[in-house]
């Protein structure tokens, strides 16, 4: 039986534009990696926004709302609405520490502690769909490319970075 293919609208850019943006093949393999996440997610009624904070807070409880929004790369008052849910739904809850009366730190309950084990299959089985068919050496250069992207941007966007000069930029061809 043949493997079912992508709806066309997703086949189009694939022969229009074979040589896209980096940029652009992120953005949408992001969109659509969300997207399938997103829809097994629902199934446990946490949504995606909920997730990027479970994640962090699973591996550093005790964060300040800034800190765990700087981690999560989003502004604070998505972070503060995100928060403010999570609490209701009793995922986390918020306590001060050491007397300080005015900084909240963000410790996950009993229940968004234990959401762990039943949510992080699910992301791993979106991983699993994503990179079916790909062979193990491509999973790793694609690995490698990314971070060497996500490094070079993330230096790029520091305080006082110069910009590249275009003619420094040249096309990479893969071999």
């Known amino acids: ?3 079912p293919t992508a709806p066309i609208i997703q086949n189009d850019w694939r022969t229009d ?12 393999a992001g969109r659509f990696l969300a997207k399938s996440l997103q829809s097994k997610l629902a199934e446990h ?8 904070f479970l994640r962090i807070l ?16 989003v502004m604070e008052p998505t972070t503060f609405t995100a928060l403010k849910a ?8 918020r306590r001060r520490q050491n007397g300080n009366q005015r900084k909240m730190h963000i410790y996950l309950t009993r229940k ?10 699910l992301a791993e089985a979106v991983n699993h769909v994503a990179l079916s068919g790909v062979s193990t050496s ?10 060497a992207m996500i490094n070079n ?23």
């Open 17 to 28: 534009i074979p040589d896209d943006r980096m940029a652009h093949l992120v953005r949408i």
């Open 86 to 93: 999570m609490e209701s739904k009793g995922l986390i809850e």
């Open 153 to 175: 941007l993330a230096i790029d966007n520091l305080p006082g970075a110069k910009p590249t000069p275009r003619s420094a930029k040249k096309k990479i061809v893969p071999k």
């Open 112 to 121: 968004g502690r234990s959401l762990k084990d039943s949510l992080t299959p």
């Open 58 to 73: 699973w591996v550093h409880e005790g964060l300040t709302q800034r800190e765990l929004s700087d981690q999560a790369d």
């Open 138 to 147: 491509d999973v790793e250069a694609t690995r490698r490319t990314l971070l």
């Open 1 to 3: 039986m043949a493997k």
């Open 45 to 52: 009624d946490v949504s995606f926004g909920h997730w990027t």
